[in-house]
Nanobody, 126 residues
């Protein structure tokens, strides 16, 4: 069992930045690939970014590529999402998720993840 707690959301103006954090407790954090997803009202949950267990490879949705950066610190059992140049369309609840396995490719579907955090609200005002 892995427990994930996301934090760092808030209200920011267009063009601003936020850094989300997701702390994990339970089983060995380094055995899991991590991902960030988001869900806006009335929309399906969508992939934002993913990072493999070692942190050596990261993957991004086209809509955030060049603006968002995912990283992890296995010593701190934490994954981060640095969000820059935020746009109104980035407004959503952001969820972190863990997918078991030391795989070397990205995981893009919510169905591929085993554990989920509670979500943190990001609101970008124009």
């Amino acid at each position: 069992q892995v427990r994930l707690v996301a934090s760092g959301g808030g209200l920011v103006q267009t063009g601003g930045s936020l850094r989300l954090s997701c702390g994990a407790s339970g089983r060995a954090f380094s055995n899991y690939g991590m991902g960030w997803f988001r869900q806006a009202p009335g929309q399906e949950r969508e992939f934002v970014a993913a990072i493999i267990w070692s942190g050596c490879s990261a993957y991004y949705a086209d809509s955030v590529k060049g603006r968002f950066t995912i990283s992890r610190d296995n010593a701190k059992n934490t994954v981060y999402l640095q969000m820059n140049s935020l746009k109104a369309e980035d407004t959503a609840v952001y969820y972190c998720a863990a997918a078991y396995g030391t795989y070397r490719s990205g995981r893009y579907s919510p169905n591929e993840y085993d554990y989920w955090g509670q979500g943190t609200q990001v609101t970008v005002s124009s």
